[in-house]
C-alpha cells in the first residue's frame, strides 16, 4: 500500500470556479502535511502546511482529518495562475512521501 | 532567504562519462535530500543526509554516489549512467531531521540527459 494516496485527475476547471483536492495516508504517526505546487519543468514549491485546525491563506484552505487519515486543499475563485499539478505530501521524522500529484488546467 | 541553489541547470553526458551535480543552501538546515523526478511523476526519494551523515539510501545504484563536504553542500557524483537514467535531479533541504515538522525546500534542479 502506498504511503500517500492522491486522485491524479486530470481535473479541467472554469475561472472561477471552486475545486477540491483530497489525500489519504497510511501511516498513522506521520507528523506533518503539506501541499506543494509544482509548476511544469520547474521544482515543486510549498504551497501551504496543513494543521489539525484546518489553516486558510487567501483563496486556499488546507484541512487535515487525522482520525481518517486524510487531507484536503480547497481552491476558490480558481485563477488561470493555478494551473499546476499539486502535490500532497506527509512526513515521519525526516522522510517526506509523495502522493502522485493532481494536475489542474484552469480554463478561460 | 530560502533558498536552494543547484548547479548546472542542464546536463547532457554520455555514458561513459563522469560528472557531478551540486546542491547548497544558507539556511542552516542540517538534513539535505536527493530526489529523482521522471516526467509526469512525483519526487522520488534517492538519499537523505542528516548532519552531513548519509542516513538514507534508498536502494540506489552505485553509480549515483552521493557526497556531503559540509553542512551547506550536497553533491551528486554520477558514473556509467544509463539512458533510464534521465530526469529531472532535486535537491532539498530541512532544517532538523528528526523533529518531523519542517519544511523542505527543494532547488530549481538539473535536468540530465543521458545519450
Known amino acids: 500500500r502506498k504511503e500517500v494516496e492522491q486522485d491524479p485527475g486530470p481535473f479541467n476547471v472554469p475561472e472561477g470556479a471552486t475545486v477540491a483536492f483530497n489525500c489519504t495516508y497510511s501511516?498513522?504517526?506521520?507528523?506533518?502535511f503539506f501541499w506543494y505546487r509544482q509548476d511544469c519543468r520547474k521544482e515543486p514549491k510549498l504551497l501551504m502546511s496543513v494543521y489539525s485546525s484546518g489553516n486558510e491563506d487567501g483563496r486556499f484552505t488546507a484541512q487535515l482529518n487525522r482520525a481518517s487519515q486524510y487531507i484536503s486543499l480547497l481552491i476558490r475563485d480558481s485563477k488561470l495562475s493555478d494551473s499546476a499539478t499539486y502535490l500532497c505530501?506527509?512526513?515521519?521524522?525526516?522522510?517526506?512521501?509523495f502522493g502522485t500529484g493532481t494536475s489542474l488546467t484552469v480554463i478561460p | 532567504d530560502t533558498e536552494v541553489t543547484q548547479t548546472p541547470k542542464h546536463l547532457v553526458m554520455g555514458m561513459t562519462n563522469k560528472k557531478s551535480l551540486k546542491c547548497e543552501q544558507h539556511m542552516g538546515h542540517r538534513a539535505m535530500y536527493w530526489y529523482k523526478q521522471k516526467a509526469k511523476k512525483p519526487p522520488e526519494l534517492m538519499f537523505v543526509y542528516s548532519y552531513e551523515k548519509l542516513s538514507i539510501n534508498e536502494s540506489v545504484p552505485s553509480r549515483f554516489s552521493p557526497e556531503c563536504p559540509n553542512s551547506s553542500l550536497l553533491n551528486l557524483h554520477l558514473h556509467a549512467l544509463q539512458p533510464e537514467d534521465s530526469a529531472l535531479y532535486l535537491c532539498?533541504?530541512?532544517?532538523?531531521?528528526?523533529?518531523?515538522?519542517?519544511?523542505?525546500?527543494f532547488g530549481p534542479g538539473t535536468r540530465l540527459t543521458v545519450l
Open positions: 532539498a533541504s530541512s532544517q532538523a531531521p528528526r523533529r518531523g515538522a519542517d519544511t523542505q525546500y
Open positions: 501511516n498513522s504517526a506521520s507528523q506533518s
Open positions: 505530501v506527509v512526513s515521519t521524522g525526516n522522510q517526506f512521501y
